[in-house]
T-cell receptor, first 115, second 115 residues
Framework: KQEVTQIPAALSVPEGENLVLNCSFT??????LQWFRQDPGKGLTSLLL?????REQTSGRLNASLDKSSGRSTLYIAASQPGDSATYLC??????????????FGGGTRLMVKP | EPEVTQTPSHQVTQMGQEVILRCVPI?????FYWYRQILGQKVEFLVS????????KSEIFDDQFSVERPDGSNFTLKIRSTKLEDSAMYFC?????????????FGNGTRLTVT
């Protein structure tokens, strides 16, 4: 059974810092990995999806990397801003043969960027 | 940008009552999902739906739960007899036909409070 862990659970940084959020998963035979952002009381917004054949994906100040063999992904946020304050979640399908259905989520990293 | 719409945003009900949570997925999407998040816990998969039938469901999705796509636009989750432990944020999500590497799009959720 796939399990996803995110470290740290919470992070507080001053504005402008570059930061790294970590995600680890137990079954490395994944089809893809998705990073989401969740604002308080809101739904999840998809940030980046990395396919199993890819090593990284970039969108603006966000860069996500994937190392399947070690069961890890990182989300790098450059030049953080107060508007980046949110909970960041990673999620993976259970295994390569069940990629279309359920996602297993990590517990998230709650990020606060102070002005 | 098209979005997934959920109503109501907050539903309060008494234990034992039936509730229906409503979702309007993005119009050209064909894969539909329900997830839930109990306060302070991880986002959990409930059910996936494709081609007018359930394609996968979790252990949480027992006989008290059902889903329906009554017309071409709505996707509903029904809980027949609510329990206190059903209190959670319920998220609807949808995905297009672009294969398993197309990202999930989530609604803003319905907060269900069972008293």
């Amino acid at each position: 059974k796939q399990e996803v862990t995110q470290i740290p659970a919470a992070l507080s940084v001053p504005e402008g810092e570059n930061l790294v959020l970590n995600c680890s998963f137990t079954d490395s035979a994944i089809y893809n990995l998705q990073w989401f952002r969740q604002d308080p009381g809101k739904g999840l917004t998809s940030l980046l999806l990395i396919q199993s054949s890819q090593r990284e994906q970039t969108s603006g100040r966000l860069n996500a990397s994937l190392d399947k063999s070690s069961g890890r992904s990182t989300l790098y946020i450059a030049a953080s801003q107060p508007g980046d304050s949110a909970t960041y979640l990673c999620a993976v399908p259970p295994d390569y043969n069940n990629a279309g259905n359920m996602l297993t989520f990590g517990g998230g990293t709650r990020l606060m960027v102070k002005p | 940008e098209p979005e997934v719409t959920q109503t109501p945003s907050h539903q309060v009900t008494q234990m034992g009552q039936e509730v229906i949570l409503r979702c309007v997925p993005i119009s050209n999407h064909l894969y539909f999902y329900w997830y839930r998040q109990i306060l302070g816990q991880k986002v959990e998969f409930l059910v996936s739906f494709y081609n007018n039938e359930i394609s996968e469901k979790s252990e949480i999705f027992d006989d008290q739960f059902s889903v329906e796509r009554p017309d071409g636009s709505n996707f509903t989750l029904k809980i027949r007899s609510t329990k206190l432990e059903d209190s959670a944020m319920y998220f609807c999500a949808s995905r297009d036909t672009g294969g398993y590497n197309s990202p999930l799009h989530f609604g803003n959720g319905t907060r269900l409070t069972v008293t």
